[in-house]
C-alpha cells in the first residue's frame, strides 16, 4: 500500500536524526508558536525536506518540524499544520500524524485559532475540546484501509482523551488560566463564515467553528492515538451582532493568547 511505504519512507529519513523515541506530538496552529520557546531544541527539519510531506503555503505557519525536549519528556512538534482549504488531500494534511505516531508517540496535542459561537466565548479565550462535528468535505480514512492503521470503522464516542484534558484543566488551574470547554465544527474555509452560517453552526451545536483539528483527530482515533486539542478564540460570531474580521486580527488575539496556552501545554508535556 502505497501510504504505508510513504509513512515507512517519512520514518526512515527522520530516524537519520540522533535523537531518542519521542513520547508527545504537538501540533500548533495559526499564530500559536510559543511553546517552542518551551523546547530544548534538538533539531529543526523544514517539511519539505521530509519525504512526502506537503509544504506549508500560509504564511502564518512556520512549516518545521521540531525534535527536542519539553523538561525531560522528548517531544516532536509542529509548526505550522496542513489545511484543506491550502488544496492538499485529506490524506495528505494528516499524513504528520501517521509518521509521528509511527515514530513511537503516545500522546498528541494540538491547537488552533477558532471563532467563538458560544455567547459566553470572548476573544483570548482558551477553550478545551470536549467533542467536534466534522464539517468538512472529504475524510481522511476514505479509500483502503490498512489493518495496520487499526479499524475500517473508528468508534468516535470519545474523540478528545479525558485523561489528557484533565492534565490540561489541572494545569491551567494551577497557572490561574481559565480553560473552558466546548464543541468544535470544522469547515472548508478558507472564508470565513456569513451571519446565517454563524447562526446555522451554532444552532447544530458548535461552541467554536475552524478549518483544522478534526481530520487529525479522527486518525489520531483510528490509530488510537490519545489526542486532545485546545482552540483559541481569535473571534467572536455573534450572528446578530458580527463584524468585519480579518486574518491579521485573527493571529494578532492568537498570539495574545499564545503564551498561557504555551504555559499549559508545556506543563502537561513536561510531566508525561
Ligand atoms: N470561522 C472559521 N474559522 C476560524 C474562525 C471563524 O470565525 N476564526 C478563526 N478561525
Known sequence: MELLQQIADAKAYLQSFPFEQARAGIVLGTGLGE???????????????????????????????????????????????????????????????????????????????????NPGFKKGDLVLLDDHINMQPENPLRGLNSPAFGPRFPDMSRPYDPVLGQQLAAAAKAQGSALKSGIYVSVM??????????????????????MSTVPEVIVANQLQLPCAAVSVVTDECDPDNLHPVSIEEIIAVAASADKKLSDIFAAVIAGL
Open 189 to 210: 474555509g478558507p472564508n470565513l463564515e456569513t451571519r446565517a452560517e454563524y447562526r446555522f453552526l451554532r444552532m447544530a451545536g458548535a461552541d467554536l467553528v475552524g
Open 35 to 117: 511553546l517552542i520557546n518551551h523546547i530544548k531544541i534538538a533539531h529543526s527539519i523544514p517539511y519539505h525536506q521530509i519525504p512526502h510531506f506537503p509544504e506549508s503555503t500560509v504564511e502564518s505557519h512556520k512549516g518545521h518540524l521540531v525534535l527536542g525536549h519539553i523538561g525531560q519528556t522528548p517531544v516532536m512538534a509542529m509548526q505550522g499544520r496542513f489545511h484543506y482549504y491550502e488544496g492538499y488531500t485529506m490524506q495528505q494534511i494528516t499524513f504528520p500524524v501517521r509518521v509521528m505516531h509511527a515514530m513511537g508517540i503516545r500522546q498528541l496535542l494540538l491547537s488552533n485559532a477558532a471563532g467563538g459561537m
